[in-house]
């Protein structure tokens, strides 16, 4: 596609529920990225890919947290028992170049609610 | 492990002034730089970028930013905002050796008042 693209825009989720939130990223772009950005501030490293391979998910915050992009282009970050510190916007980004030497092309993100 | 700095939370200008938002990072080794740009109800945007070579760097917009090595700063300026240049600003570090990671500052809020 065009851009990377994010679904869902909004999750709203109970406290306690597994979520899933999805990236599409640029066509051909081998590396992807998620970071978490909560209100009034930067965004936060979670986890990194070159194409299948999580090369770098020191940014994960607890083991609730889980990513994959298991044939190098979707990848699907699931928050397992969310909790109300889980809230933030969720942004996929995507890069052309080796790693993100090129910086990043960025997703609208996803919003996530608990509560 | 390295951090970035923005010095201004919130920056109002009027249009036509000049512009210069702060950033200073930490990190003892060759970086990436990086700044971004949010514009209301938009996605991140890459803005400009330095790797090497001319430390003066030219973006979008007639944006620019100079790296400034033993200051270990990455200033953005333009020297005539406009009110579409409001937006919120984002200064990123990566370590050329870890150039997966990149270390984002908390923002800079732009708003240019007509």
């Known amino acids: 596609g065009a851009g990377v693209s994010q679904s869902p825009r909004y999750k709203v989720a109970k406290r306690g529920q597994d979520v899933a939130l999805r990236c599409d990223p640029i066509?051909?772009?081998?590396?992807l990225f998620w970071y978490q950005q909560a209100l009034g501030q930067g965004p936060e490293f979670l986890t990194y890919?070159?194409?299948?391979?999580?090369?770098?998910k020191s940014g994960l915050p607890s083991d609730r947290f889980f990513a994959e992009r298991p044939e190098g282009s979707v990848s699907t970050l699931k928050i397992q028992r969310t909790q109300q510190e889980d809230s933030a916007v969720y942004l996929c980004?995507?890069?052309?170049?080796?790693?993100?030497?090129?910086?990043?092309?960025f997703g609208s993100g996803t919003r996530l609610t608990v509560v | 492990a390295q951090s970035v700095s923005q010095h201004n939370h919130h920056v109002i200008l009027s249009e036509a002034a000049s512009l210069e938002l702060g950033c200073n990072y930490s990190?003892?080794?060759?970086?990436?730089l990086f700044w971004y740009v949010q514009y209301p109800g938009q996605h991140l945007q890459l803005l400009l970028k330095?790797?090497?070579?001319?430390?003066l760097v030219k973006g979008i917009k007639g944006f620019e930013a100079e790296f400034i090595k033993s200051k270990f700063s990455f200033n953005l300026r333009k020297p005539s905002v406009q009110w579409s240049d409001t937006a919120e600003y984002f200064c990123?570090?990566?370590?050329?050796?870890?150039?997966?990671?990149?270390?984002f500052g908390d923002g800079t809020t732009l708003t240019v008042k007509p």
């Open positions: 980004a995507s890069s052309s170049p080796f790693r993100g030497q090129g910086g990043y092309t």
């Open positions: 066509s051909g772009h081998v590396s």
């Open positions: 890919f070159q194409n299948e391979a999580q090369l770098d």
């Open positions: 990190y003892g080794g060759t970086v990436n």
């Open positions: 330095y790797f090497s070579g001319d430390p």
């Open positions: 990123a570090v990566n370590a050329q050796t870890n150039a997966g990671k990149s270390t």
